[in-house]
């Protein structure tokens, strides 16, 4: 054994950094490497389960299947998935303009807030698969109709969030708007909605996943009388016809959806929060 | 470019608070028959104890509550823009860059950036941060946070500044520095100021009227001049002079928290 060589001069970085620095670089790679080495295996699994156990693909076709059924009936699910996607896109944007409308109501009439809000939750806990039906028979336009359900999910978060977040402006901040007499609007303005962003923009997340889940409920109920043949029919349809290849490529397309709505959002938040808001802030050390 | 202050007893009234009452719920009396005249060039302290209604002094010449009794009187009525303050904590905007936060008072009376931008950016040369206009607060320390925080009390060029204890959250050092930094500023644009503080050596060092207050009732028990001249330098910290001064505030503020007890 060598007695350690006495340091010529300290390392600029330590042992310790090193090994921090290294195992931010395995993070890194791991973060991408991992989700994808899981996916591989399970299609892999999938895959053999199917074909050795020879399962019929009206129980469950293989990825194989499904893959080749993605591509054949590629015209057919890219129509769908693109009136699922409109569906869902203008249920959202009535979400965030009825959910902000509201919540700017709520928050300066106190009035307003205390005749409406409990009704805005009752129509949040009722389930909306329970109300589908009922739009169905009220409303003649079976478009409108799915509209409003998809609606009526999505819309809560955004109002319940933004609802929070005009409220929470720091108080002393509110002292000085008093202070230079400031009026509503000019405090609206610049001071409870720039402090209400952080919270609608969360509220913004939720409910563009909720909006599709409204668009799915309201094309499984209300069907392709108002909505034409979205993703969520055929893959009714498909079911129905034991053509499960098909299934289980709009039901992929489905989550894909979902994900990128949930991404889509996640970088408007980030883009409108990263400059001042801790929450987009990376810490160091 | 010394501004020139006329000697204490020789200066006009700006501001008189006659017989001030305020009580809270019918019960908790937070003043109790508060008498000042605040007076143009004066740098007044508040000190005392936690609850001798120092802040709530602030609050009442500020107009943000209105007294139970008692009347608050402006030399030549109240304007708007005629009032500053500065709050124990930053309060800026975070989602503002500085020049934004400092334009805020401008702003909220219809005056477009452009009109007041030679403004903004004199009041952040004055705190010594017109490098940092485009920043914004989160990326300042707190010390530079607080004098975005005095630019923005002082942009309209106020004829009362308040500040409610503005560096308790400071540490010492920075807090030295900022008080030199005060008194710096205050000798260039000559403004007038109310200082709440509970440290003795903080208002000695700042103010040349410290009115000295006790809880429960809040209210006045006694008015301490500190004549040394201005400007005083880092000097004046430890002369004896200082000291002395210092050790009468430090007498009338035992007396309060006695009477209190």
Redesign the interface.
Known sequence: MSIAEPATSAPLIDAEEEARARNERLMKIARWMLPSLVLVVAILAWHFYVTIWEVPHYILPGPTVVAQKMVEDWPILWPAMLITGRLTLLALIMAVCGGVFLAVLFTQSKWAELSFFPYAVILQVTPVVAIAPLLQIYVENAFVAALLCAWIVAFFPILSNTTIGLKSS?H??E????????NRW?RLR??AA?SA?PFFLGGLKIAGGLALIGAVVAEFVIGRAGTGLGLASTLLEASYRFNFGRLYAALILISLMGVVIFAAMSLISYLALH????SA?KREG | MAITRKPLGERPALLQMSHIEKTFGGEVVALKDMNLTVNEGDFISLLGPSGCGKSTALRLV???MRPTAGRIEWTGGQG??D?G?V?Q?P?L????RVAENVW??F???GKSYSEVKDDVLEALRLVGLEKFQRA???ELSGGMKMRVSIARALVTKPRLILMDEPFAALDEITRQKLNNDLLALRESIGCTVIFVTHSVFESVFLSDRIVVMAARPGRVIRELEVDAPYPRSEAFRTSNEYAAHARKAQEALHQAIAEAA
Do not use: C, S
């Open positions: 720091d002393n901040l002292d000085l708007f008093t202070i230079y007499g400031a000019q610049y001071l720039p962003l400059k001042w808001h801790e802030l | 500020a107009g943000l708007l823009g009032l303050v709050f904590e309060t905007m975070p989602w503002a805020l008072p702003r909220l009376r914004f607060p989160r």
